[in-house]
Each structure stands twice: as structure tokens, then as C-alpha cells.
């Protein structure tokens, strides 16, 4: 006997994965999870007289042969398969787009690191030329944009791309693939966001807003990093935690979203034994309060946070400034002889003001250009400090409409970032 399986919580790549799979191996059986996503299970039960999988109480795994897993790399992730790991004369094959090495060690397998595992079974549909149906195309490419998230997550590829492009042309419906991928948001996870807005805690750590809305819950509740994720964009706050205690296990799940590179809620998740990425992340914590887990995690965001790359990496110095006593036209030799538009200026290394080009248009006289800078300068500086990340400085530039942002350390000058500073960095890794 042979066997298709894929891990556990299955999402739609996991399930289309095992179905194309099982295209390339037809004598196998494939074999789904108990636990399955429940957007996957409204898919099933809907196409139930098309798609046909078993259940792993089903069959006898001791007359497996041959052993083919996909969209996973490790044991642990298999519902019921461990007594196959002790079978020496098992042949495994395996299909995947993780990086790292898992426990499971094929004897075959096809293993690249793209946006989803479908992607690579699809491309192969594609050199094969296979027929496929339209209703296969569109569980496929469900599977593709699930994992690359429409195709713009960071790991998607152009393979991925080009498999959606061919699954397109094969008459994939995206009408259906809307509807399947549409989160979990209902009345439940309604009332769990109204609660959310009504009582919240906001506070600033490190210069960020961050917002923590602790919620009773009973019993699990899907759908709750989209509320948060809901709730953030609503609150427009720079990170959002939400903390749901499920009361009787004594346990809270805390969500995080930041909304800024430097406020890594990933590393913050990792630190309280859960995961996630710069931007996202979850963590299970047992016996502790709300209370003292929004102390705790405040702590953490007070402590751990340094931006990777910070403003004082990017910015040039040493600044041109100029004395608020100088007259205008030294200004205006400076402006052009730096071909800037314009420059800091300074009392004492205080900077004090900024004067710009624009700034001349209120110069009337021509004996006005003796006057002092001070005199016709912007009060108003918008500055950054040494330690802000490059979003923030992007962010101060979008909202003053300005290309320059003086940094400044203890009210002293000590540099300038550019509207190029930080293009540059972004766009850092592609070639010219
Ligand atoms: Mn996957």
C-alpha cells in the first residue's frame, strides 16, 4: 500500500498538494489529518462527491510500502504516522518547500524553497503536459495564493508566479478562490474586535504606540489574528497585542501585529516560547494573568528593541549647517554650492532652525540678504534620532511632505537622512 499525507492544521496548499500528489502517484491513497483549517473542511464538505480523501483510523499503516509526504518535513507535524518511522523498508518520498532540515529523510524527493509546496507538483503538471480540470486549477492555485498570500509574501517566487499563470490559463476561478480564502469574520469575532475598541490600554515604549486589549474568551476561537489585525489598522496604533485568556485551562494566547520593522513582535513571541516574523507573531502562555502578562511584555518591548539597520547606519554626516547669525546670502552660497534645497541651522551645535529655498521667496529687498538666517528660517524642526528605524523616518517624511530630516542626539546635530538615504536602503538588493 501506499500512502499521500501532509501535516496537521491543513491549509489549502497542504490540501492541494495531496490531491496533485496524488495525480502523480494514482495506485496511492491519500490520507488528510484530523485536524484540518476550517475554511479547508467548508471546502471538503462542500465538494465531497469530487474530492475524496481517508482518515488516518481508516487504513492499515503496517502494509505501507511506500510513503509519500508533502508539504512538511517533519514527524511531528503527521497525525498518527509514527509507527512508520520504525519501518527500515519504508520508501519515503517527499515534497516540499521548507528551508531546514526536517526529521524525515526521503529516499526521493523534490525540494525547492518557493512559495508553495503546489507550486512545484503544478510546474510539473505543466512539463507533463496533464490535462487539468477547472476545478483543479482552482484548488491549486487556492494552494499557491494561500501560501504566497496572493503572490506577494517575501517567499514567493517567480516558479510561483509562473504555475498561477498557467493554472489561470487552465480556467481557475478566481470568483471561488476569493470566497475560499475569505478569512474566518463572523459575528463572534465581531463582538471580540467591538470589545477590543471599547476598552484598551495604550501605551509608549521605545517612542512607539503600542495597544494591549486583554479579552476573556471560552473555549477556542478562530479568527483571532485577524481581529487584531482588524483592530490595529482601525486603532492606528504602531503595534497591537491581544491577550485572550481562556479562563478555565488557565491560559492566555497573546497575538501581536506591528506595524513598524523595529518593533520585532516575532522575536518578542520567540522570547515567550511562541513565533512569528518582524511583523506578526503568537505565543501560548500558561498560568499567568493578563495583567501580569501585558507588565511582561512591555518589559521585553522596553528592552529588546533596536532597529537592524538604524538611521545612524544610514545617515550622512558631517552636516553642512549654517550660523542663525549668518547673513541670508551666505545661505544662499551654501544651498548652491552643496546643490541642496536646504540646510540646518545651528546655535552652538543646537540646531535651531532649517533654512530652505523655499524660505527666499519671502526675501522682498535686495538688503534683506544681509539679515540673518534667523530671521527668515522654519522654526519648526522635524528631526529623528539616532536609533529610529528607516520606516519611521519615511514615515515622518510622507507626513511633512520632506526630503531631509536632520538626527539629532541630546538636541545636538550629528547628522542627515534623505528622502535617498532611505530609497537606498530599501532598494539596497537590486542591481543597477
Ligand atoms: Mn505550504
Redesign the pocket.
Known sequence: MEIITTHKNT?F??LA?VYATSIFYPQAKPLLPRSINSNVRAFLSLHKDRFSFHTPSELDLNRTTRFIVV?TNSWSRLDGMDPLKENPDLEIHLWD??GGTGDIKPDWCCREQVG???TLLVRRMEEENRKISPIEATLFLT?IYE?TGNLTFPSTTAVDARSAGFLLEQKADLNIIKNLLRPTYGPKQKEILFEMLKNVRRQKLNGHVVSFSKIDIEGHVPGLALVVEMYQDIANVDAAVGIFREKKKEKCLVIGRSAVDVLNIGNIMRTLGGGGHTNAGSAMLKSINPDAAVELISELIKGNQQASVQISDLMSYPVFAIASQAPMKEAALVLREKGCSGLPVTEEERIVGIISRRDFKRVKKSRQMTSPVKAFMTRKVVQISPGSGVTQAVRLMIKHDIGRLPVVDNGKLIGLITRSDTMRYYYDLLPN
Request: glycine share 8%.
Open positions: 491549509d496548499d497542504a498538494a508539504d518547500h521548507h508553495a509546496t503546489t494552494g501560501d
